[in-house]
């Protein structure tokens, strides 16, 4: 197990959690066995799941890069999930040093983790909040004293607003943050995407994660997916499989986009 014992306030060991289920796939030690548990039920129904997390991670980084190197000097990332190798900072900070980045999550484990590993960054914060408030959230005088809404911010909403259960409900939170943006702004979304909501593994990882915090996984279409970029100039390649966002390997890059099945996407969104 990991170093943080059960008995940090506010977490029920009993009880699986998406960011120490992600932990899992990814091969880190921060989870108990209820998340191991939940994660091995779904590793059996999508074996490649822990291929795909390593992918997101892996997307998210490409997407920091190519977001400094525009000039985004400012990083906002929700549902961080716990720190694993490449983390924001590190890789937004390799090139702009004084960039800034605030982590919110609202898993106390995260946050545990995360002030840990930050407390000698103070370009770099963690934060509790909750993505479906997206308003207290961005009126955290902690956020808005670190990060400066007039200028160019980096919003990363990697692998979270799939456990949004309303569909209204998770295109008002995008709309919300999205509101304070000024331009040169960038959003960054990774999504699960089914073309069968019907489709019966994806009925029976739904059921896996009933039983965790958020009690939900939500498979949107493309289309619903795409729509929370409306009016945003999408970064090439677009909306795609997040192992086909500018791939590093040849052999990926020689891969064909396959939308026929169950995926997370992922896409870049440039604020005019």
């Given at each position: 197990?990991?170093?943080?014992?059960?008995?940090?306030?506010?977490?029920?060991?009993?009880?699986?959690?998406?960011?120490?289920?992600?932990?899992?796939?990814?091969?880190?030690?921060?989870?108990?066995?209820?998340?191991?548990?939940?994660?091995?039920?779904?590793?059996?129904?999508?074996?490649?799941?822990?291929?795909?997390?390593?992918?997101?991670?892996?997307?998210?980084?490409?997407?920091?890069?190519?977001?400094?190197?525009?000039?985004?000097?400012?990083?906002?990332?929700?549902?961080?999930?716990?720190?694993?190798?490449e983390n924001?900072?590190?890789?937004?900070?390799?090139?702009?040093?004084?960039?800034?980045?605030?982590?919110?999550?609202?898993?106390?484990?995260?946050?545990?983790?995360?002030?840990?590993?930050?407390?000698?960054?103070?370009?770099?914060?963690?934060?509790?909040?909750?993505?479906?408030?997206?308003?207290?959230?961005?009126?955290?005088?902690?956020?808005?004293?670190?990060?400066?809404?007039?200028?160019?911010?980096?919003?990363?909403?990697?692998?979270?607003?799939?456990?949004?259960?309303?569909?209204?409900?998770?295109?008002?939170?995008?709309?919300?943050?999205?509101?304070?943006?000024?331009?040169?702004?960038?959003?960054?979304?990774?999504?699960?995407?089914?073309?069968?909501?019907?489709?019966?593994?994806?009925?029976?990882?739904?059921?896996?994660?009933?039983?965790?915090?958020?009690?939900?996984?939500?498979?949107?279409?493309l289309r619903?997916?795409?729509a929370y970029?409306?009016?945003?100039?999408?970064?090439?390649?677009?909306?795609?499989?997040?192992?086909?966002?500018?791939?590093?390997?040849?052999?990926?890059?020689?891969?064909?986009?396959?939308?026929?099945?169950?995926?997370?996407?992922?896409?870049?969104?440039?604020?005019?």
């Amino acid at each position: 197990m990991s170093a943080v014992e059960p008995d940090v306030p506010g977490v029920d060991p009993t009880v699986p959690s998406v960011a120490r289920m992600y932990d899992y796939y990814l091969g880190g030690k921060d989870n108990f066995p209820a998340d191991r548990e939940a994660a091995e039920k779904i590793i059996a129904i999508v074996p490649e799941v822990r291929e795909t997390a390593r992918d997101n991670r892996a997307f998210l980084g490409k997407a920091v890069r190519v977001m400094a190197e525009q000039g985004v000097r400012q990083f906002l990332d929700l549902g961080a999930g716990l720190p694993t190798q490449e983390n924001v900072h590190q890789v937004a900070q390799r090139i702009v040093p004084d960039a800034r980045v605030v982590y919110v999550d609202n898993d106390p484990i995260v946050l545990t983790h995360a002030r840990a590993l930050l407390a000698d960054n103070p370009h770099t914060l963690a934060l509790w909040g909750d993505i479906t408030d997206p308003a207290a959230l961005l009126s955290d005088p902690e956020l808005t004293g670190h990060l400066d809404f007039s200028r160019p911010v980096g919003l990363l909403t990697s692998a979270v607003l799939h456990f949004v259960p309303g569909d209204q409900q998770a295109s008002d939170i995008v709309k919300t943050l999205r509101a304070p943006l000024a331009p040169g702004s960038h959003l960054l979304i990774s999504h699960f995407y089914a073309p069968d909501t019907d489709d019966p593994k994806v009925r029976a990882g739904q059921q896996v994660y009933r039983a965790t915090k958020p009690g939900a996984l939500i498979a949107r279409s493309l289309r619903q997916i795409g729509a929370y970029f409306d009016g945003l100039s999408l970064l090439e390649p677009g909306l795609v499989p997040v192992k086909s966002w500018r791939p590093d390997a040849e052999l990926d890059r020689q891969v064909e986009v396959d939308l026929a099945a169950p995926a997370l996407v992922g896409a870049v969104g440039r604020v005019p």
